[in-house]
């Protein structure tokens, strides 16, 4: 499955942004779980966000919570990552990736991966 991200730039300290991340139409969104990585400078990848393959349960680290909203359309076989209050912690690139009937958990077995999205949280 090829997975095509977008929506990231630069935007200041508690400003918003939303990531989208549209699969090849072949793809059947409503089959597979989707969710957001991100890989600041110097670290390693952290899971953001998840939604299970059914669309009726979703997963957040604890440093988004309530800050971050993962929602798809599966009519346009899209997956979107609302980001409200962003932090200057909050820059990095960010990842979506799938994986067929997963349960959108920080540790699926995710073998579909996009290019990523550079997001910049800076005054």
């Not at 508690?14 to 957001?36: K, P």
């Amino acid at each position: 499955v090829q997975l095509q991200a977008s929506g990231g730039g630069l935007v200041e300290p508690g400003g918003s942004l939303r990531l989208s991340c549209a699969a090849a139409t072949e793809f059947t969104s409503g089959y597979y779980a989707e969710a957001w990585f991100r890989q600041a400078p110097g670290k390693g990848r952290e899971f953001v966000a998840g939604i299970k393959w059914t669309g009726d349960s979703t997963y957040y680290s604890e440093s988004v919570k309530g800050r971050f909203t993962i929602s798809r359309d599966d009519s346009s076989n899209t997956v979107f990552l609302q980001m409200n209050s962003l932090k200057p912690e909050d820059t990095a690139v960010y990842y979506c990736a799938a994986q067929p009937l997963g349960s959108g958990t920080p540790h699926g077995r995710y073998n579909s991966w996009g290019q990523g999205t550079q997001v910049t949280v800076s005054s």
